[in-house]
């Protein structure tokens, strides 16, 4: 692998830079969890997530792992993602956010995204955080 933002690896290459990201982000189990549940009809977009969310964009050296894991608790608060905003909740942690970090983006999405959103997110957030101890 040659370079951080997957520029110039073959596909093997974002593959595998994919699965180190994911699994660092995300956790080994859950990603031994998503692999093993992987269909041939589930197959594609499994690859798929991993060249290109994990070994493309989630590699890119523009932003550190807080920030886009910043971006990313909005954008699923903000669209009711609410599966998606629990294994995030449990990356943020991972990449370095602390808990009441969380809960001032929960409160800044609440702002754009409007006061059930948010009330939702803080609801499964108290839900991972509890979990998490």
């Known amino acids: 692998m040659t370079r951080p933002d997957g520029e110039g690896l073959t ?35 499994q690859d798929f997530i991993t060249r290109v969310a994990w070994g493309d964009i989630w590699s890119r050296p523009g932003l550190d792992r807080r920030s886009r894991s910043v971006a990313v608790l909005t954008a699923l608060i903000a669209l009711g993602h609410h599966e998606e905003l629990a294994m995030h909740l449990r990356a943020a942690l991972r990449n370095g956010l602390t808990v009441d970090e969380v809960k001032e983006v929960i409160l800044q999405a609440g702002l754009y995204c409007g006061v059930p959103a948010a009330n939702t997110a803080f609801r499964i957030a108290k839900d991972v955080f509890a979990e998490a101890e």
Do not use: K, N, P, W
């Open 11 to 45: 596909d093997e290459e974002r593959y595998d830079q994919g699965m180190m990201v994911r699994r660092e982000v995300l956790s080994d189990a859950h990603v031994d969890r998503a692999i093993a549940g992987t269909t041939e009809l589930t197959a594609d977009f």
